[in-house]
């Protein structure tokens, strides 16, 4: 039998303070979401001028970013090169980039979903934040 790694909530808090960080050092109103292994979501946090709908988009993102075990933004590139029938996937919603999985070991453990601004620096504060695991 396997062990399996998990988010505790002390890595959830230091993700989430080091994405924070990443986008309060460039001005960026977002909302940060951080899922488990199953896109359950473990936090969500809305920094202020961040748009209503990113609390929405940022779930998401997390969500597929967690169930797919790749970052979302491939589904945003299978779509884009013109396989629209993806976007009648069951559950799932987040097919922007922004939306990064959180691998120990070769395993996800959970991801980071970003929205607010654009789609690669929504990615880019996502990833900031999961550097802090230093994984």
């Not at 994405?19 to 979501?41: H, Y």
């Amino acid at each position: 039998m396997k062990t399996k790694s998990f988010l505790e909530l002390a890595d959830v808090k230091a993700i989430a303070a080091a994405a924070e960080a990443e986008a309060l050092k460039n001005n960026w109103a977002v909302t940060i979401a951080i899922s488990d292994d199953a896109g359950n979501l473990l936090w969500l946090q809305r920094l202020d001028g961040a748009a209503a709908l990113s609390s929405h988009i940022a779930p998401a993102k997390a969500h597929t970013a967690a169930m797919g075990r790749r970052d979302s933004k491939v589904y945003e590139d299978i779509i884009n090169g013109g396989r629209t029938a993806f976007l009648t996937a069951p559950l799932v919603e987040g097919m922007l980039e922004g939306g990064v999985p959180i691998v120990k070991d070769g395993h996800v453990i959970g991801a980071v979903g970003v929205s607010g601004v654009k789609s690669n620096e929504d990615a880019q504060i996502a990833k900031a934040g999961i550097a802090a695991l230093g994984l």
